[in-house]
């Protein structure tokens, strides 16, 4: 790890500005990806500023009849309030499929958005990797790619977003509120959040420099049987093949979206009219153009046959979270 210096931050304004105008520097929350990284020395921040003092903590109701979830909410706190599991059951169920319970105790729910993809290319720094250092090449391209992406890839990078939180929230139409260095707040829809590689993948999000999340906001409850289901090579702390993210209601529409494929969350809304159909007439649209490779066609079936699981799960549960 190369030596840096370290702040408290003491406003989510003063946070971002510190950020902005420090080049090198990186906010700290939870610190579970970000540390890992900067051991290895993929992360090399010459100044910390510390957030976890902001008391962005919280989760409370909005007046549209949501929640706005504090960036700095704990996951294991997240995924175990009676609001969340009553009303946004596939959330807790995406979130406790993730990591494991020591790191959902420290993860942050901002830091979950923003951690980094788990490409074997990108963390191996003898390999080429755009994403690492742009314009050196894709390892991943041509190598070892099972684990890797199928869709919304491009010829700079087929690395994968990595999380599970975030699957459930692009299924709920999540809101990610952020302040920037000159204390102007936005509200970005998470379906822009993450970005697609194109020929920028070291370039992962919508944000500014200096740009801080304050909190994520859920919508109202929309009801319906809430399911997570996510397929992985070991039976805990891996990271997924395929994930499904489903609200199903009772008369067998609903919203479907998909992790381990592409660079983001994957949702098509578009395909959703066919759910009354089943899972092959869904998957066919929303992998209509996808690019896998040898290694890791197995995931268009294997989407489908878990999306048929999920689809399978709410009509023997019925309808209810």
């Not at 959330?91 to 830091?111: E, F, Y």
Request: glycine share 10%; net charge positive; with cysteine.
């Amino acid at each position: 790890m190369k030596a840096f210096t370290y702040e408290r931050a003491t406003s989510p304004a003063q946070a971002a500005q510190a950020v902005a105008h420090t080049p090198g520097a990186r906010f700290l929350a939870g610190g579970t990806n970000l540390l890992d990284l900067m051991k290895l020395q993929i992360e090399t921040p010459t100044h910390l500023v510390d957030v976890q003092d902001l008391k962005l903590d919280r989760i409370e109701p909005t007046p549209e009849s949501g929640l706005r979830i504090g960036a700095f909410v704990r996951n294991t706190a997240l995924a175990s309030d009676l609001r969340v599991r009553r009303d946004y059951g596939v959330l807790t169920r995406a979130i406790v499929a993730g990591a494991s319970g020591q790191l959902r105790n420290k993860a942050t729910t901002a830091g979950n958005l923003l951690q980094r993809t788990r490409c074997p290319y990108f963390y191996d720094t003898n390999q080429p990797c755009n994403k690492r250092q742009p314009g050196s090449g894709c390892g991943a391209i041509g190598g070892v790619s099972r684990q890797l992406g199928v869709i919304g890839t491009s010829d700079a990078c087929i690395a994968t977003y990595p999380g599970d939180m975030a699957v459930a929230l692009r299924l709920l139409d999540a809101q990610v509120e952020t302040v920037d260095p000159q204390g102007a707040k936005r509200s970005i829809p998470i379906a822009e959040f993450h970005r697609l590689w194109g020929n920028t993948p070291h370039i992962e999000n919508s944000l500014k420099r200096g740009e801080l999340i304050t909190a994520v906001t859920l919508p109202a409850p929309i009801g319906g049987r809430h399911l997570y289901h996510k397929v992985r090579d070991r039976a805990s702390y891996a990271f997924a093949l395929v994930s499904v993210a489903a609200v199903i209601q009772p008369d067998g529409t609903g919203r479907v979206a998909f992790g381990g494929v592409a660079p983001k969350p994957w949702r098509v809304e578009a395909a959703e009219t066919a759910m009354p159909h089943g899972a092959a007439a869904v998957t066919a649209q929303v992998f209509a153009d996808a690019r896998p490779t040898a290694d890791n066609r197995f995931k268009l079936a294997l989407a489908t046959r878990t999306l048929a699981g999920v689809i399978a799960d709410a009509k023997t549960a019925g309808a209810g979270a």
